[in-house]
């Protein structure tokens, strides 16, 4: 089983996307959640349990991957080093914003099979999104982990929006003179904030977001033909693995049903983003068998899709929450549907270079559940 450990609420920055959108000015909500949402207002900011409890529950799951989350979870740096060396779990996986990773020793930071750094493409559009000076830092930072041994997965991801050339950034990510990622993930800024009316969102999808998407699949798919290697973008590379081993998907980051989240307190979530929801708490570390947890399940609308299989249901805290109304989430579900044909229409093409030696079915392989939602 996959576990998100939230430290801590706190964080060093307040990106645009994120935070800051707290203290914006929005309209209602369009559409309500079909269960009255319940927020916990005790929930502990900072991590507040006996890390032995945190043990006793991890031991009972032979294959348990612990992934640490905030908040940002490095201004904890103090209890991801103890932890680290400490929780008897298969492997370590971090999401983190980069500024702070220069404050773990090379001994702790080398133990992560997966680092996930907030990166949304150039300096620009990073210092614009997350503050001045960002991009530089994190850059700075990624070298030094490099340098000091880190040799296993760093992926770059990214939050989009209208601010966004998709295609632009993802290849500056990929190919920039500062640092190259092989592995890129990108989220769409789609489901924290009631904020639709205020946007031009849908105008963006049609003449800049899934254009884009079109030439980043092309490019992906001749990346192939060209250097035979299948690069890491991962809202390409889990979908066509399952299109290539006809396979169907539950909901493809695994929250519910195979990626679960502890709060700060202790209690278990189906999702980190559901802190506090505590109608949707599956147990306490205390006395839950990790490998016995409730399911939690995307319902409604979402399970007649015709692309369901494809898609999962995207978020399971949308799903739940409704944030954008009935309009905005259709937009957003187009996004899906036009990235299901984008790689339905590429899947030949790659089963042809599967066929002719130039690639092979093990380079779509990856670490399931390793905190990229994977659906944009």
Not at 17 to 32: M, N
């Amino acid at each position: 089983m996959y576990f998100h450990l939230i430290l801590t609420d706190n964080c060093n920055l307040c990106c645009s996307y994120c935070r800051a959108k707290a203290f914006e000015e929005t309209g209602g909500r369009e559409e309500t959640a079909t269960t009255p949402i319940e927020i916990d207002p005790f929930l502990p900011s900072e991590l507040d349990f006996d890390l032995s409890c945190l043990y006793n529950f991890l031991k009972k799951d032979p294959s348990a991957t612990l992934t640490f989350y905030g908040g940002e979870p490095l201004m904890r740096t103090d209890l991801v080093s103890t932890i680290v060396r400490e929780a008897p779990v298969q492997r370590f996986m971090i999401q983190t914003n980069g500024l702070l990773l220069d404050r773990l020793s090379p001994e702790i930071i080398n133990r992560f099979s997966t680092i996930l750094v907030s990166l949304d493409g150039p300096e620009g559009l990073t210092d614009a999104n997350r503050g001045k000076g960002t991009y530089r830092k994190v850059i700075q930072n990624i070298k030094k982990i490099r340098h000091n041994g880190y040799t296993k997965e760093l992926i770059a991801r990214m939050t989009v929006n209208e601010s966004t050339d998709i295609a632009g950034a993802v290849h500056w990510l990929a190919d920039n003179p500062d640092y190259s990622f092989s592995s890129i993930h990108w989220q769409l800024d789609a489901n924290f904030c009631d904020d639709f009316s205020h946007r031009r969102f849908a105008d963006w999808i049609k003449k800049s977001y899934n254009p884009g998407i079109l030439s980043l699949v092309t490019d992906w798919v001749d990346h192939m033909e060209n250097e035979g290697k299948v690069l890491r973008w991962y809202p390409f590379l889990d979908p066509m693995d399952d299109l290539l081993k006809g396979r169907q998907s539950r909901l493809r980051c695994g929250s519910g049903y195979a990626n679960y989240s502890i709060m700060t307190d202790g209690h278990i979530a189906p999702c980190p983003v559901m802190t506090g929801m505590s109608q949707y708490y599956v147990g306490h570390i205390q006395d839950a068998d990790p490998q016995d947890l409730a399911v939690i399940s995307v319902y409604g609308e979402c399970t007649d899709c015709a692309i369901f299989g494809f898609c999962g249901g995207r978020c399971l805290y949308s799903n739940i929450t409704k944030p954008w109304g009935k309009e905005g989430r259709h937009r957003v579900c187009s996004t899906v549907k036009y990235l299901y044909r984008c790689l339905t229409d590429a899947h030949p093409r790659v089963k042809d270079l599967i066929a002719g030696g130039a690639i092979h079915p093990a380079d779509f392989s990856h670490e399931k559940f390793n905190g990229c939602e994977i659906i944009p």
